[in-house]
């Protein structure tokens, strides 16, 4: 272990100062220096490029970027925001002063009059019932059925025909405003 330590050192002195070499001799030049021209006013110019790991992550970076969307400004999200509340402020608004309409349930018992299609209209027989109690309107809460039968039913021997009994529905209570 000791010999491979030494063995590294020795590498990193020898590669971070390298051997000297004598450069082969060249004929001096007598070229006067010139002086590079300025840039344009305005403009600074361009960096070299600089190829490597870096410069390619930050192409690749530059390209990413542009597929993805512009994002708002914290102005425009806010003024969004506050739209959005604006508007669910206002349906709540709507919904509880539905509910604060001023209601009471009522009880009592009103006979479900027949609707032209033949069955029975109790929306009717609720509103009736909610009148009958100082109140404009009402709904049905809960409705009783009774089976209705002419006497002719209780003869003996006589054969019972469809047409001898019928329901009667009655609202029981109702909900009124």
């Given amino acids: 272990m000791r ?5 590294a050192l020795v590498w990193i002195l020898a590669v971070g100062s ?3 070499q004598t450069p082969a001799p060249q004929a001096p030049q007598q070229l006067a220096p010139q002086a590079p021209a300025p840039p344009p006013a305005g403009t600074q110019p361009a960096a ?11 192409k690749a970076l530059e390209k990413s970027l542009s597929i993805l ?9 806010l003024d969004d925001l506050n739209a959005k ?4 402020v206002k349906d709540a608004g709507e919904s509880l002063s539905r509910l604060a309409k001023p ?8 006979a479900c009059p027949a609707a032209a299609n033949g069955a029975s209209d109790c929306r009717m027989a609720a509103d009736r019932l909610c009148q009958s109690k100082g109140f404009k309107e009402g709904k049905s809460l809960s409705t009783d059925s009774v089976e209705a039968c002419s006497a002719k039913v209780l003869i003996p021997g006589r054969t019972r025909k469809p047409d001898d009994c ?5 609202v029981t209570r109702a909900l009124c405003q």
């Fill in 3 to 7: 010999s491979a330590g030494l063995a």
């Fill in 18 to 20: 390298g051997w000297p």
């Fill in 48 to 58: 070299p490029e600089n190829p490597g790991l870096f410069n390619e992550m930050g």
């Fill in 69 to 77: 969307p512009t994002l708002k400004s914290p102005s425009e999200t």
């Fill in 85 to 88: 509340t604006k508007d669910v």
């Fill in 103 to 110: 209601s009471s349930m009522v009880t009592g018992r009103i």
């Fill in 166 to 170: 019928h329901t009667n529905n009655f």
